[in-house]
């Protein structure tokens, strides 16, 4: 029986002026933020690097526009998602994950947000309803066999048909890929709770699955 699973992508239309929803007010620790956690961040090189993620992180959003979206499309290659998404993946299975709060600021407030302390104002109106998160766990399942796909620069591997097998344990709800860039996946029981339940900003791509035979 053939299985799929999806790739998890922003949905970069949902407005009629396609972009960016929110923009990191980046210090300069936060730069490489999205380098170290979406494309390199495992148990192993964490601890080789000694790399410490934000305590928290800052973003500039349109507050007419954010709240509608689980799945923001942002500056950051890190993942940015609402609480009520995260809940819901977890319902579906548990997953090793760390989560990084974001408090997105009003873009319309014109001054500058954070005090010579480095502290943000207490005028500034914000939303907390967000979490970066960046998994613990990368999966090693490629299916290379049933693949298509070339090695670019620094052996970064480009698909043009990505296949996947099925662990033993079937799939978690949300995953990622071991030696391959994108952010996320999810198993295509977590796509029909994340529709079921409303959770905006998603798209998804289908990703063919080897089913486990033992």
Known sequence: ?????????WDIY???DPGYDAFCVAKEKYLSLSVHLSLFAND?????????????????????????????????????????????????????????????????YLEKPFDEEGNLKSDVPVNNDYVAIYLLNHLDIIDFDNSSFEK???????????????????????????????PLFVSSEAKEALERNG????????????PYEG
């Open 152 to 182: 670019g620069f620094l052996d970064v591997l480009f698909f043009s048909n990505l296949v996947i097998k099925e662990p033993e344990l079937g799939l978690p709800s949300v995953f990622k890929l071991k030696d391959y860039q994108v």
């Open 1 to 9: 029986m053939k299985k799929t699973a999806y790739i998890l992508k």
């Open 199 to 210: 959770i905006k900003g998603c798209v998804f791509e289908p990703v063919e699955v080897t």
């Open 44 to 108: 192993d090189w964490r601890h080789k690097s000694g790399f410490l993620p934000p305590k928290i992180l800052y973003f500039q959003s349109n507050f007419d526009m954010i709240p509608q979206y689980d799945y923001p499309y942002t500056d950051l290659y890190t993942p940015i998602i609402s609480k009520r998404m995260l809940k819901v993946l977890l319902e579906i299975s548990s997953f090793d994950y760390s989560a990084i709060p974001v408090t997105m600021i009003d873009f319309t």
């Open 14 to 16: 949902h407005s009629e």
